[in-house]
């Protein structure tokens, strides 16, 4: 099945550095790939997505772009503030039969400094 | 809804005891799924509905964990017999259709701990 290799953390940044978190997958075609962002005491949300090859998906000024070359989609964002500390998961469908499953990376805890 | 909702939000249990959690989710999606998040184990995929279609219940740890979504909505997961490695938190989440470039919307979670 699909699976994806995400960048291990803590990543600990101060206030407006710049911020790329790794995320490199396997998958039979192209699948959509996400992230999503789980802010302390909430749950999961999505953050961002690219549904097909050179896309770039892009919001809070978040992006990343869906590169097939190198099987990747890592998340920057050029400034990142306190507000952005959270978890960041990597995510994309496995397809195996009729089920369209997220499978998650492990999680990224990002924590910025002021 | 507005959201996927789920309850308990908090539950504290005994070794031994059964549990249930509710999801209710977005109203019209068709899809439903259950995760779990624990500490050192990221987010694991437990079970998925679609319409009437028969569960992927792939991801279930053992025969003490089942599910059930009455109507094609309302869902609730049981635990049986818990044990501690069952602490973790619950996490439902509903999408419109399951097609790979769907959006799926969690739920903020049931966290359930075993004693």
């Known amino acids: 099945g699909n699976s994806v290799t995400q960048m291990e953390g803590p990543v600990t940044l101060s206030e407006e550095a710049f911020l790329t978190i790794n995320c490199t997958y396997t998958a039979t075609g192209y699948p959509s790939l996400f992230w999503y962002v789980q802010y302390p005491g909430e749950g999961l949300q999505l953050l961002l997505k690219?549904?097909?090859?050179?896309d770039k998906g892009s919001n809070k000024g978040f992006e990343a772009t869906y590169r097939k070359e190198t099987t990747s989609f890592h998340l920057e964002k050029g400034s990142v503030q306190v507000s952005d500390s959270a978890v960041y998961f990597c995510?994309?469908?496995?397809?195996?039969?009729?089920?369209?499953?997220?499978?998650f990376g492990t999680g990224t805890l990002l924590a910025v400094q002021p | 809804g507005a959201g996927v909702s789920q309850s308990p939000s908090n539950k504290v249990t005994e070794k031994g005891k059964d549990v249930e959690l509710r999801c209710d989710p977005i109203s019209g999606h068709t899809a439903l799924y259950w995760y779990r998040q624990s500490l050192g184990q990221g987010l694991e995929f437990l079970i998925y509905?679609?319409?009437?279609?028969?569960?992927?219940k792939s991801g279930l740890p053992s025969d003490r964990f089942s599910a059930e979504r009455t109507g094609g909505s309302v869902s609730t997961l049981t635990i049986q017999r818990t044990q501690q490695e069952d602490s973790a938190v619950y996490l439902c989440?509903?999408?419109?259709?399951?097609?790979?470039?769907?959006?799926?919307?969690f739920g903020e979670g049931s966290w359930l701990t075993v004693v």
């Open positions: 690219a549904t097909k090859a050179d």
């Open positions: 989440a509903s999408s419109l259709f399951p097609r790979g470039e769907d959006t799926i919307y």
């Open positions: 509905f679609q319409g009437n279609s028969a569960p992927d």
């Open positions: 995510a994309l469908p496995d397809y195996g039969g009729a089920t369209n499953k997220l499978i």
